[in-house]
Structure formats: C-alpha cells, structure tokens
C-alpha cells in the first residue's frame, strides 16, 4: 500500500511550527507515523528542498506546485506513486495502519477516484483519505484556476465515495485517527489522550 504522509504546512496557529516534529509524549509525530506504516510504501511530502532537510534518511518527495497547500501535496504523492494512495496529514499523531487499510481496501473494491470518510454530521475528512491518479486532472484544472480548496477537486469528479467513520470503530473504537493538531491545547490534549494509551499499542480510551 501506498501512504504520502504531507508536512508542508506552515503551522500559522502553532506560531509557526513544523507540525510533524512536534512531540507527543516524547517521540515526534512524522516518528509515531512512520513507526505505524512501518510495513507499506511510505513517502514524506515536502513543501521544498529546505524542509526536505529534516527528514534525512526518510524517503521525500518535494511539490512540484508552490502555494497551493495540501492539493499541492496530494498532487505530488500521486506523481510520485502513479497509483492509489492513501495520504496522511502530519497532524495526526494516532492513525492507526489498520483503518489506512481499510479505507484503502474499500477504495478499491470501488475503484473510487477519491474516498473520503464522513462523519454523521457529513463533515469530510479529506485528509486521511484516498486517492487515485485519476484525480490529478482535477487537481491541475484547480492549479489553473488558482483554486486552493482541497474538496473542490473531490467535488467535480463524479467517481467519489464516501465512507462512514463510524464503521471504523471496529478497528479504532474511539476514532483517534481523526484526532488532529492545530494549536497549543490541542498538543496539550495529544499529550494527555497519548498517556491514556497502553504502550502495548491498545487503545484503552
Ligand atoms: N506537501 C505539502 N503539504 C502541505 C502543504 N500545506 C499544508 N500541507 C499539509 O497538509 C496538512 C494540513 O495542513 P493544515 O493544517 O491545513 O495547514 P498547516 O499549514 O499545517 O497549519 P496552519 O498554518 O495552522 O493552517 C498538514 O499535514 C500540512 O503539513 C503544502 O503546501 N505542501
């Protein structure tokens, strides 16, 4: 299975921050994400060859597209691939390889050319997703637009699926894979939903 984990963010309400070196209990998100897809084709998804620097010894790949945020990074990790792929945003500190394989899983069994989770409320979460190459054509008529919503290519293709978070709680009972970090409380949250979870790797909340 292919992942693209992107961490060319800014993290503005972070003061800045590199979001994937941020440590939750000790170990750095982009740590905790490569130790979790330890067993699939990983890439890291740079915004340009400055950043590409702190993850030396990783395998990177750097936007070819300037200021187009993570569409920028989607587009990359699928020039890269040329094939399915699910992406990951560096934020979130708990997704669990298990539901990546899901949601990759029922991807293909659709052949989706995007499949996004949905929460009851029909929020999308576009990234922790999957994607295919037959996207990129939307992607680049974004590009041409100067059109930097990350749904608007989800929107024009009609070959999207949606699936229902709340089916993954079988694999993630209390859906921390969503959980993501954006500002200062919510690292202090990761640090305390990261101490309530066994070492052994079991989610106990
Ligand atoms: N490769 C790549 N990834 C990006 C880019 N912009 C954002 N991302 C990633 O996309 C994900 C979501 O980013 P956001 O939370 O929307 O933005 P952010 O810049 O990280 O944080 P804020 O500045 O606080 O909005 C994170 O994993 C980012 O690292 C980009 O231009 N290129």
Same mark, same amino acid.
Request: glycine share 6%; with cysteine; aromatic share 8%.
């Given at each position: ?96 390889? *298990?539901? /990546? ?6 991807? !293909? +069994?659709?052949?989706?050319?995007? @499949?996004? #989770? =949905? ?14 190459? *037959?996207? /990129? ?6 590009? !041409? +637009?100067?059109?930097?919503?990350? @749904?608007? #290519? =989800? ?14 709680? *079988? ?35």
């Amino acid at each position: 299975m292919n992942v693209a984990i992107l961490v060319g963010g800014r993290g503005r309400r972070l003061g800045g921050a590199e979001k994937s070196q941020i440590r939750i209990c000790g170990k750095k998100i982009i740590e905790r994400l490569i130790e979790e897809f330890a067993e699939f084709e990983t890439v890291i998804v740079c915004r340009d060859e400055g950043q590409k620097r702190l993850f030396e010894g990783h395998r990177c790949v750097v936007d070819s597209v300037r200021n187009f945020g993570p569409l920028a990074g989607i587009h990359s990790a699928l020039s890269y691939f040329s094939s399915r792929t699910a992406v990951v945003a560096c934020d979130m500190p708990f997704v669990k390889a *298990k539901v /990546l394989e899901k949601l990759y899983a029922e991807a !293909e +069994k659709c052949d989706a050319d995007a @499949l996004l #989770p =949905v929460w009851s409320d029909g929020r999308l979460e576009p990234l922790l997703a999957v994607y295919s190459p *037959k996207i /990129l054509l939307e992607i680049e008529r974004s590009f !041409e +637009k100067n059109e930097r919503k990350i @749904l608007a #290519p =989800v929107f024009r293709s009609n070959n999207v699926a949606l699936y229902d978070i709340e089916c993954l709680r *079988k694999i993630d009972k209390n859906l921390l894979s969503f959980f993501n970090v954006n500002t200062r409380e919510d690292v202090e949250r990761a640090e305390k939903l990261c101490l309530s979870i066994d070492l052994g790797g079991k989610s106990q909340i």
